[in-house]
């Protein structure tokens, strides 16, 4: 069992910068690949970036690519979103998720999940 929980959301200006950070309860945090996603208000859940359980791999949706860098702490045993150049349409929750095998982009194989948290950028 993997407990995780988000936090570093808030409102910022378009243009500006958040650092998300998810820390993750448990001896296994590394045995887990690790993404975040986001859900807008009346829209599906999205894929937004993934690190292998190393934090050698990375991978980002095209919407956020150059903009978005996650990374891991094994030995704090979080995983950070740091996002930059933000814009009106990354208004969304932002969820952590854990996944015992590779990290993909899609909801349904993530074993594991945050309560999320919210980010708001304002134009």
């Known amino acids: 069992q993997v407990q995780l929980v988000e936090s570093g959301g808030g409102l910022v200006q378009a243009g500006g910068s958040l650092r998300l950070s998810c820390a993750a309860s448990g001896r296994t945090f590394s045995s887990y690949a690790m993404g975040w996603f986001r859900q807008a208000a009346g829209k599906e859940r999205e894929f937004v970036a993934a690190?292998?359980?190393?934090?050698?791999?990375?991978y980002y949706a095209d919407s956020v690519k150059g903009r978005f860098a996650i990374s891991r702490d094994n030995a704090k045993n979080t995983v950070y979103l740091q996002m930059s150049s933000l814009k009106p349409e990354d208004t969304a929750v932002y969820y952590c998720?854990?996944?015992?095998?590779?990290?993909?982009?899609?909801?349904?194989?993530?074993?594991?999940w945050g309560q999320g948290t919210q980010v708001t950028v304002s134009s």
């Open positions: 998720a854990a996944d015992r095998n590779y990290g993909t982009v899609r909801v349904n194989d993530y074993d594991y």
């Open positions: 690190v292998g359980r190393g934090g050698g791999s990375t």
